[in-house]
């Protein structure tokens, strides 16, 4: 792959938020690149099928990176679909969790992994056989958000009821509407992501449905439109509780599924990870080049 040669890569989702995930020496210099070219959705890689059927999926929201740094633990890099970089994301956490069961052939995983946000421990439920395992991701400790003041929240086309900012590693705006589903999230998205360029920022668009559960539609930060956002459930319910709408262990709702976060310090997400197959060029076998 690129630089580094033929890398096996494995293809995974949480709810629907999929990742290619490599495990290598270092982070290859053309990661951008490689994002953007194994990641595309119409000429990206495919995981393998039994019986040579047609993949259903192709490309990924993310491509993620496995080293081992110098502390003996497993660091996580993650390049967006776009070739930017991600300073944590719950769903691939979960993802790379599994990765690690699979290749270290182990179960009931219980790690610390290393990412450009700080530490995070995830706890992995399920072993290498298992196509789908259970994983809790410890996301650290809610922050300030990203100030948007002067944003045109008429831009959403719906009444915006609650509206704040929190970071969680990586940046989100919460929106509180009385219906996500009726609001062009391929328009807005964008449209209210520019207030916070260059550096960009999640932008989620919740309902609250009950003291115990949200529904949520994320525009994720260099990915776009994508079925479900880790660390933006645990955004939306923090903000959410801080609020006072909802109680401390909250069901996320997304349109991949659902996840749990139980708001504390810190967060805490939980939800499954699942392994699609192996990750290759058709008629490549499961490895990649550059």
Do not use: K, Y
């Not at 890398?7 to 999929?18: A, Q, R, S």
Request: with cysteine; glycine share 16%; net charge negative.
């Amino acid at each position: 792959m690129g630089e580094t040669g033929a890398v096996h890569l494995t293809h995974h989702h949480g709810l629907g938020n999929d990742f290619l995930i490599g495990f290598v020496d270092e982070i290859p210099a053309d990661g951008a690149d490689l994002a953007r070219r194994l990641c595309d959705r119409s000429t990206g890689l495919a995981p393998a099928t039994n019986g040579g059927a047609t993949p259903t999926v192709r490309g990924a929201d993310g491509l993620v990176f496995g080293t081992t740094g110098g502390n003996g633990r497993p660091v996580f890099t993650l390049f967006n679909s776009d070739g930017s970089r991600a300073e944590v994301s719950g769903n691939g956490l979960r993802c790379f969790g599994q990765a690690l069961v699979r290749r270290d052939g182990v179960a009931d995983l219980d790690v610390v992994v290393d990412t450009p946000a700080g530490p995070r421990r995830i706890e992995v439920r399920g072993g290498p056989a298992d196509d789908e395992v259970q994983a809790t991701v410890e996301m650290g400790n809610a922050g300030p958000g990203p100030t948007f003041d002067g944003l045109d929240l008429g831009l959403v086309g719906a009444e915006v009821r609650h509206a704040g900012s929190v970071d969680v590693g990586n940046p989100h705006l919460v929106l509180v509407v009385d219906d996500p589903d009726a609001v062009d999230l391929a328009v807005v998205g964008p449209a209210v992501e520019a207030h916070f360029a260059p550096v960009g920022c999640n932008v989620h668009l919740v309902a609250v449905e009950s003291r115990s559960a949200i529904r949520l539609r994320p525009w994720e930060r260099g990915a776009g439109l994508t079925e479900a956002c880790g660390s933006g459930a645990c955004a939306a319910a923090h903000v959410a509780h801080q609020w006072g709408l909802v109680d401390d262990v909250v069901e996320v709702r997304m349109p991949g599924g659902s996840a749990t976060v139980a708001v504390g310090q810190p967060i805490c997400l939980t939800g499954p990870a699942t392994w699609t197959g192996d990750a290759g060029d058709p008629g490549d076998g499961d490895s990649c080049r550059g």
